[in-house]
């Protein structure tokens, strides 16, 4: 079963993903945000996608940061898939079948 | 104008219309389940992450920071961020539903998610409306989606003894990078060039802010960072 703990993180989480979603359905017509706050939000999609993919790959190991090189290998073959196919299911698909044969061939070596 | 609003706004044409995206739902639905469960979380768990957060990211994250034992308010602030760009697809969205009452606006609202935002401005673009009905259909279809998929995802979760031999921990990497194609590849060419260059200073970036920052505050502040250098260097 779950905690209470768990359970209000989950409200907690669920109430700040349901905020941005709403509210400008709720205050479209009363309000306008700035140009600059608009500008800045429109690169938000773009950085924040690049950083959950870089921060993926990046592996701090105490000393140094380096690449996690399984996941590289496995991260070349998924960009190709989607810049050639454009679809999500397809790559994330692709991603999961190349990840498995990179640890395969790892261990299997 | 007013006969082709009514003719095309009907709750059984969103479902139509949702029809294409629902593999994409429920191929990462059911990763979902699986990385859940690999990440120590039960199916009510599960279930309750699907049914009230409703975004695979921020699922996602949750189950990796979860696992790693993250305080409760940075899984919290992280979700946020992850999610605050539903803010700017509510934005793009609302204006075509000013007509419609408070209570179904903040249906709307609630149930969007990049992949609906995605069918209905494609739709938008076509007809110059959309409909609330329409819209629900669309909206309900994926919901019900997502949250059988992720159910799926638990039960087969159970089978799998170490998901991560099986590449399937790579799902999440997978579709960002997916996701971040698909803007790529809608943006205007003008715009491409500035968007790569900024790709590039995220990668400097992170990698100096992975030395001394727990990565998901690194993706926080340099994603602020890199959004606040793309403001200032855009060619007006």
């Known amino acids: 079963m779950m905690s209470a703990t768990m359970f209000l993180l989950i409200v907690a989480c669920a109430l700040v993903t349901w905020l941005p979603r709403i509210l400008p359905f709720v205050f479209v017509r009363s309000i306008t945000l700035p140009t600059v706050v608009m500008r800045w939000l429109s690169y938000i999609p773009i950085c924040i996608l690049s950083a959950l993919v870089l921060s993926n790959l990046f592996h701090n190991n105490g000393r140094f940061v380096t690449l996690h090189w399984d996941l590289f290998f496995a991260f070349i073959p998924t960009v190709i898939v989607a810049l050639w196919t454009k679809s999500l299911s397809i790559t994330v698909m692709v991603g999961i079948i190349a990840m498995a044969c990179v640890r395969y061939f790892a261990t299997a070596f | 104008m007013a006969s082709v609003v009514q003719q095309e706004d009907r709750f059984i044409y969103g479902v139509r219309d949702c029809l294409p995206t629902l593999l994409g739902y429920i ?65 793009t969205l609302a204006p075509s539903f000013t007509n419609n009452s408070l209570l179904r606006n903040i249906g709307f609202g609630t149930l969007l998610t990049d992949e609906t935002f995605g069918v209905a401005v494609a739709k938008r673009a076509q007809t110059t409306v959309l409909g609330a009905k329409w819209m629900d259909g669309l909206n309900i279809t994926a919901y019900l989606a ?43 060419h003008a715009m491409l060039q500035h968007y790569l260059l900024l790709i590039g200073y995220m990668m400097m970036i992170m990698y100096i802010l992975s030395y001394f920052l727990p990565s998901h505050i690194a993706v926080l502040v340099a994603t602020m960072l890199v959004a606040t250098i793309g403001v200032v260097t855009e060619k007006k």
């Not at chain 2, 990763?31 to 699922?59: C, D, K």
């Not at chain 2, 946020?80 to 934005?91: A, D, G, T």
């Not at chain 2, 997916?178 to 803007?183: D, G, I, M, N, P």
Request: aromatic fraction near 10%; charged fraction near 5%; hydrophobic fraction near 60%.
């Open chain 2, 27 to 91: 191929s990462i639905g059911i990763a979902f389940g699986v990385v859940g469960v690999a990440s120590h979380l039960s199916l009510v768990e599960i279930t309750l992450l699907s049914v009230l957060i409703y975004g695979g990211a921020s699922q996602f994250i949750f189950c990796g920071l979860y696992l790693v034992g993250t305080p409760a308010s940075i899984i919290i602030i992280t979700t946020f961020i992850v999610n605050l760009r539903h803010l700017l697809m509510s934005l």
């Open chain 2, 146 to 188: 997502w949250i059988a998929a992720s159910v799926l995802g638990t039960v087969i979760g159970k089978w799998i003894p170490s998901p991560e031999t099986w590449g399937l921990d790579f799902a999440l990497t997978a579709m960002f990078v997916a996701l971040l194609v698909l803007t790529l590849s809608a943006a205007k």
